[in-house]
């Protein structure tokens, strides 16, 4: 049985069940497989599951025999001759069952070591995906803030052709300078937050620090999070913390057994060997005995009496609270999986509809407000700082949107990590 787990967990190595999704996107899921392939907390995690695998033919061992010797040169003496040498070998036995209750108690916290494996793999596959959505983030903004120091920079030009034939102020071609340099020191300040999250993704796929990566475009995707209970279900049955804390119920289960068990006795089996020496005395020369320096071989079988009950039964009462505490343990785990669910999912229910209002409404308004702002400024009939407020604006409204759709696919990260599996998705 215990080499049929052994095989069954050893085979599990090269089958790991979570997934992931990329949403399309060939750049996401090649910074996936790399940080999957290089990440050292996958290989430390790793070397502790096949080391508690290599613990399961420790435990199921029997003990080790024990071989004795005594050449001593004063032997008894008997009729047949004197003893000049003894040996025994013996092994001991535990009772039935035992070694292989404890072995199943092995095999299920190799188990466990395997989950955890799965639990780190998980949070590299988050932490990516956040580092990834991240640094799209910070690309979209430094190309909307260029495109806004296009559109200053064409207002301005606008400012001095009006200033040049008198009919605009100086302030204006001024006013615009002042933000075309904010501008400056806002892209300033996003490429060095963009060396950061190129340090922190790099980090992640274990490369140098200072590996350039190419820019990154965000695909927004959307998810269906009405069916809270499909997505506690999909928990239950994924997340590799509940399944890790399920296998820690069965292991303290077993360790119940295993301490019944040992209230049973252990068989010790003896076999002796004595080398008897012929009679050299007068008495034995001249008249030897029957089997004279004939050699003694005897077995014998020992039993290890557990009379000191108190202690076995502490430790069936020990190992019954540590049975308890796993079930309340799973119970908090479970708990806190589907308060994780409920809050990603909701998050990531607002944040579609904050993006569907911004893209429907909020985006289509400012465009148009500032349309009409740089036709009326054109005509004279509006000053610079309304034309800028416009122009702010607009800037506002598309730098948020680009928030709150890197937001929304972190939201659908974190609730991919909460429920232990990829999200089926999901509409372009």
């Known amino acids: 049985m215990i080499k049929w787990l052994l095989a069954a967990i050893a085979f599990a190595t090269t089958a790991f069940a979570q997934s992931y999704s990329t949403h399309g996107d060939p750049q996401l899921a090649a910074y996936l497989e790399g940080a999957l392939a290089r990440h050292p907390a996958l290989d430390e995690s790793l070397a502790?599951?096949?080391?508690?695998?290599?613990?399961?033919?420790?435990?199921?061992?029997?003990?080790?025999?024990?071989?004795?010797?005594?050449?001593g040169p004063r032997m008894a003496e008997t009729r047949v001759g004197p003893q000049m040498l003894m040996m025994s070998i013996s092994q001991e036995f535990p009772w039935f069952g035992k070694l292989s209750e404890k072995g199943k108690v092995a095999?299920?916290?190799?188990?466990?070591?395997?989950?955890?494996?799965?639990?780190?793999?998980?949070?590299?596959?988050?932490?990516?995906?956040?580092?990834?959505?991240?640094?799209?983030?910070?690309?979209?903004?430094?190309?909307?803030?260029?495109?806004?120091?296009?559109?200053?920079?064409?207002?301005?030009?606008?400012?001095?052709?009006?200033?040049?034939?008198?009919?605009?102020?100086?302030?204006?071609?001024?006013?615009?300078?002042?933000?075309?340099?904010?501008?400056?020191?806002?892209?300033?300040?996003?490429?060095?937050?963009?060396?950061?999250?190129?340090?922190?993704l790099n980090t992640l796929l274990d490369q140098p620090p200072e590996t350039p990566i190419p820019q990154v475009k965000l695909g927004v995707v959307e998810a269906d999070v009405s069916d809270l209970g499909a997505l506690y279900a999909r928990g239950r049955q994924n997340q590799p913390e509940l399944k890790s804390a399920f296998l820690q119920i069965e292991v303290d289960e077993k360790r119940i057994d295993v301490a019944r068990r040992d209230r049973w006795p252990d068989i010790r089996l003896e076999a002796n060997y004595i080398n008897v020496a012929k009679r050299s005395d007068a008495a034995g020369v001249l008249m030897p005995p029957e089997g004279n320096g004939k050699d003694i071989y005897n077995f014998s079988v020992g039993v290890k009496l557990p009379i000191r009950r108190q202690k076995y039964n502490a430790a069936a009462a020990e190992a019954s609270e540590d049975f308890l505490a796993s079930r309340a343990s799973y119970r908090n785990a479970v708990n806190s999986v589907e308060a994780s669910i409920r809050s990603a999912a909701f998050r990531l229910k607002t944040l579609q509809e904050q993006i569907s209002l911004f893209e429907r409404v909020l985006l289509p308004q400012a465009s148009q407000a500032l349309q009409s702002a740089e036709a009326a400024y054109s005509t004279g009939s509006l000053s610079v700082l309304e034309l800028l407020d416009s122009e702010r604006t607009l800037l506002e409204v598309r730098l948020s949107l680009a928030q709150f759709e890197t937001d929304s696919m972190k939201a659908l990260a974190e609730l991919e990590r909460a429920t232990g599996a990829a999200f089926p998705e999901v509409t372009p």
């Open 107 to 200: 095999a299920k916290e190799a188990e466990m070591q395997r989950q955890g494996r799965q639990t780190v793999r998980a949070e590299i596959i988050r932490q990516v995906k956040l580092a990834y959505f991240d640094l799209a983030y910070i690309d979209r903004a430094i190309a909307i803030t260029s495109e806004d120091q296009d559109l200053l920079g064409h207002f301005e030009a606008l400012a001095q052709a009006q200033y040049s034939q008198g009919t605009g102020l100086q302030q204006a071609p001024l006013k615009l300078q002042a933000e075309i340099t904010r501008g400056q020191n806002r892209l300033e300040d996003l490429r060095r937050q963009r060396a950061d999250a190129e340090v922190a």
């Open 48 to 71: 502790k599951y096949r080391s508690a695998l290599e613990r399961i033919p420790q435990i199921t061992a029997l003990p080790e025999p024990m071989f004795e010797i005594n050449p």
